[in-house]
């Protein structure tokens, strides 16, 4: 629910391997998706990159509101919220306003991966971090390949 304190919020960085697979988080999860609940997930570069998005309690809630979809990634917020470039453009101003920070040319990718959280967790404050499921990650980065390329990030 929106109701959400800020306690449950900041306890979301815990909010990672407690779902379905039986894979624990370790090496065991790279080259391979044996993980995935989805169907959507990829083999991604570190094992905390290497998640479902059945495995986080908050994206599996938001994931159930809409029931008869397998993956947050087909969730119908997920294309407006994440990749919709006029909702990225707005939310990139806010972020500019706020932050004064320049995120360089991956600042669609990035401020999509920040909508995402946002729109799954609300606030988790600056500088906390929870990995994004490689699911989402996935989608993202396919709509919106890095410009940068010294980094996939």
Not at 6 to 29: F, L, Q, W, Y
Not at 130 to 144: K, Q
């Amino acid at each position: 629910s929106d109701s959400d304190n800020e306690e449950d919020v900041e306890g979301a960085v815990c909010d990672g391997a407690t779902g379905n697979s039986s894979v624990p988080m370790d090496n065991g999860r790279l080259k391979n998706v044996d993980w995935c609940s989805c169907g959507k997930c990829t083999t991604m570069e570190t094992v905390e990159e290497s998640i479902c998005c059945w495995e986080q309690q908050k994206v599996s809630k938001k994931r159930e509101q809409q029931p008869g979809i397998n993956c947050i990634t087909e969730h119908r917020g997920f294309e407006p919220v994440c990749l919709n470039e006029d909702v990225l453009i707005t939310a990139h101003y806010g972020y500019q306003e706020r932050y004064d920070d320049d995120l360089g040319k991956d600042w669609k990718r990035t401020i999509s991966y920040r909508q995402f959280i946002q729109w799954c967790y609300r606030y988790l404050g600056r500088r906390i971090r929870v990995p994004l499921p490689s699911c989402a990650a996935t989608a993202i980065r396919g709509t919106f390949p890095s410009l940068d390329h010294n980094s996939d990030k």
